[in-house]
């Protein structure tokens, strides 16, 4: 095989792989991207990288909800589910359950109130998440 020919063919499987992980990452985009606006409740979902997303929630108390669906097909791996109960911008309760298949099987609880020293990092993580999330969607009225 030529050199001319070898770097047609490996420009061509280039191309392939680039427009197989666009159509990949606009479907994920297709199915995940929405908001949602009820007068109880405000929803932000979008994509995050190939496959994953977050759902961001503000209810009409104050208190809101990040869920993460970290894997493809988010029925067949974990997520998890970050609670601000009181608004106050500090996540109170996360959340990890296991995938559908497992009939949600709750992995972890975790309450700041009592396990917050001996997860500070994934509370302080979690309460970073919850605060950008605050701010890249604001409440709508």
Known sequence: ???????????????IVVVFLGGVRGCNMAWNNRSTVKPAYQTESRAT????HVEFTRYFDGSMDVKEYPGFAHRLFDSELHQDLNGDGLVDRIRQNGAEWK???LSE???REHDY???EDRFDEA???????MAKYPAKK
């Open 109 to 111: 609880l975790l309450v």
């Open 127 to 133: 309460d970073t998440r919850l605060q950008d999330l």
């Open 117 to 119: 020293d001996s997860h």
């Open 49 to 52: 990288g190939l496959y994953g």
């Open 1 to 15: 095989m030529r050199r001319k020919d070898l770097y047609k063919l490996i420009r061509t499987e280039i191309a």
């Open 103 to 105: 009939m949600n099987h």
